[in-house]
């Protein structure tokens, strides 16, 4: 007799259900295992390429960190992991737990995270709401300074405005006009009276008027005539006119030419100065000789420019050659001054070679 007042049978069947209950708690705990690193791998290896989630573990989690989540998974893989040594051994440690979780062989529990600082922020779900208010605040204090600057600036252009305006309508009355601006600017002038100052000056030309001190004070004007307003004609506009006028011409004094002496005369003589004309000839047939070159130069000459140039004053130098299929000549014509420009130009002139023939200026090495 039970006196519960209960039935075996269903005492029985209550310890079977209490059994049942603690083994499915037991199988769930162990499907479901707390690791911070192996949960963001976990869920973060399938999405992100795989050099991107090994480099963002080994900046975030420390070393102590990597070895342990190593520990842990080794248990749930039936292997362990090979001994990483090296400067990159930290990398090496963490690509091996992505390798694993990656691996569709292994049948890993589920990871989840207590600790939500331990979880790098890569995405929008996992964002730092502290770092991001802390940029906020460091761009709102940027904007206040710069709101403060752009007032500063606003206030230095009103000054600058002020003294602008200030000093053209001092340059009006009080700086010296040149002589030949003078006879242009006093008839505009003729009805401004200036209140009298001390003169610093007294070299002033006539019609000018007078200089007064430097400072704002000082630059005193009374209308008289009431013709003249503050539209009238600044100093800038009547310099402009001046000179589109030609009033205000420059006085530099022209420079004076040479000149060259005609007459005859026979106690004075002058010497004639020879320039030598410097060519460099080349694609030439291996059988020119030097003479040849030169008599083609004389003949060239005297047809093209007209100048009878002698053999004598021809001197042509061989050059060497990277090839023997042709000969190069450096070609010293001495002429006169007067005559330098038309020989140089028929010496380059192509009309004046055969066909093929490559002819330049030779430019010596004036350092030698």
């Known amino acids: 007799m039970n006196r519960a007042g209960g039935n075996p049978s269903d005492n029985v069947n209550n310890g079977a259900s209490l059994s049942t209950t603690v083994t499915a708690t037991t199988s769930s705990s162990a499907a479901t295992i707390r690791s911070e690193m192996l949960c963001f791998v976990q869920n973060k290896c399938n ?25 842990d998974l080794s248990q749930y893989v039936g292997q362990r992991f090979p001994k990483r040594q090296g400067n990159d051994a930290k990398k090496k440690k963490v690509a091996d737990i992505v390798k694993t ?35 906020v605040a460091s761009l709102r204090a940027e904007v206040r300074a710069l709101a403060s600057i752009r007032e500063d600036v606003m206030n230095m ?65 009374s209308i008289k005539s009431p013709g003249y307003s503050a539209k009238s004609r600044s100093a800038a506009e009547i310099v402009a006119d001046a000179v589109k006028s030609g ?36 694609r030439l047939n291996p059988d020119t000789a030097d003479s040849d070159v030169s008599e083609y130069i004389v003949q060239s000459v005297k047809s093209i420019a007209g100048v009878n140039v002698p053999y004598t004053d021809i001197v042509c130098e061989k050059l060497n050659t990277k090839f023997a ?18 020989v140089l130009n028929s010496v380059l002139c192509a009309d004046a070679w055969p066909e093929g023939v490559l002819v330049r200026k030779f430019f010596t090495n004036k350092k030698l």
């Open 47 to 71: 999405i992100m390429p795989f050099d991107h989630v090994v480099e963002i573990c080994c900046d975030f989690y420390s070393p102590e960190e990597i070895e342990k989540t190593r520990a």
């Open 247 to 282: 009033s205000l011409a420059s006085s530099r004094r022209p420079q004076v030419k040479p000149v060259v002496g005609r007459a005859a005369c026979g106690k004075l003589r002058a010497i004639t100065a020879k320039r030598p004309v410097h060519v460099f000839v080349t």
């Open 325 to 342: 299929s042709y000969v190069s000549f450096h070609v010293s014509i001495i002429v006169t001054s007067d005559v330098f420009s038309n």
């Open 157 to 221: 252009r009103w000054a600058i405005s002020g003294l602008s305006a200030a000093t053209v309508d001092g340059m009006k009355s009080t700086l010296p006009l040149p002589a030949k601006l003078s006879a242009i600017v006093a008839p505009e002038l003729d009805d401004v009276a200036v209140d009298p100052v001390p003169v610093q000056h007294t070299d002033i030309p006539v019609g000018a008027v007078p200089l007064m001190n430097n400072t704002a004070a000082d630059l005193t004007l």
């Open 101 to 135: 979780c990656l691996d569709t062989a292994h049948k890993l529990p589920a990871f989840y995270a207590v600790d939500l600082a331990r979880l790098p922020p890569v995405g929008v779900e996992h964002i730092d709401i502290s770092a991001l208010l802390l940029e």
